[in-house]
């Protein structure tokens, strides 16, 4: 009777987002985690469960930290990762006893294991890795790097330990 009747309001789709997802941080069954591998130098992993209080905290603090450390998100140079134990498809399930924990994978390879309590010591390792000149970063993004990476370990400006940490 209306034809081809279109809404000037188009419905919308609703997004399937975990609960320990955001903008920063994606969930890791939704994701290629070898292909994720191979195009960051640093990937991050939380493993996380949903009735874990101490996860909430990790939660809050990881995405401060992520937050800091868009441009190198957004340009494939670190990446973060939620893994939720309590899900079938997880991949870390059976490296966990302590939840949070953060696996840290440099160059494809698994160099760090933290527990949500030593975040400080996750701090300073990404500090560390960020601060690793790398030849394979796009000429552009290493010109644009702040000071603070372009040599050495990063300077007092780049507080991610002191504001996160801490808290």
Known sequence: MYGNYTSAYPEKKPVAVTSQESIYIKDIQSQNFGE??????????????????PCKVAKEKTEQLASQLTDYINNNYICFLNDNIDHEKSIHRKKVDVVPTFFVYFKGELKNVFTGVEFDNLVEV???????PDQQVM?????????????????????INSDLSRQ
């Open 36 to 53: 994720l591998l191979q195009v960051n130098k640093i990937v991050v992993v939380k493993a996380w469960a949903s009735w874990c209080e």
């Open 139 to 159: 000429p552009q993004f290493q010109q644009n790097m702040p000071q603070q990476f372009q040599q050495g370990m990063p300077t007092q400006k780049f507080s």
């Open 126 to 132: 990404i500090r560390t890795y960020l601060s690793e």
